[in-house]
């Protein structure tokens, strides 16, 4: 069972819940009790798997700055990271 972040937008307080990803998410603050509860993305659910970026770049026409990976000028430091938005 995945475990969401939650974050009060009214008084700060963070929690985490085990919930089902069929659970509706919860709004109502434990400590303040107003429903502003934002769910917070964690950072381990947006890596992406396998490259797939580079994949995405590849199809995009962009196969010629990977294959000149030592290029300081025409490498964007995110791609190291795999951060990049897709590049259309
Ligand atoms: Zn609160």
């Given amino acids: ?3 969401y972040e939650y974050r009060c937008d009214d008084c700060g307080h963070e929690l985490e819940v085990l919930q089902k990803m069929s659970d ?3 709004t109502e603050c434990p400590a303040c009790g107003e ?9 381990a659910g947006f890596r992406l798997k396998g490259g797939g970026w580079y994949e ?3 199809k995009s026409g962009q196969k ?3 294959h000149d990976g ?8 995110c ?3 795999g951060s990049c938005p897709a590049a259309e």
């Fill in 70 to 77: 030592g290029k300081k000028d025409s490498t964007p430091p």
């Fill in 56 to 58: 995405t770049d590849f």
């Fill in 24 to 26: 509706a998410p919860r």
């Fill in 64 to 66: 010629k700055n990977l």
């Fill in 35 to 43: 429903p502003t509860l934002k769910k917070l993305i964690s950072a």
């Fill in 1 to 3: 069972m995945p475990i």
């Fill in 79 to 81: 791609a190291k990271t």
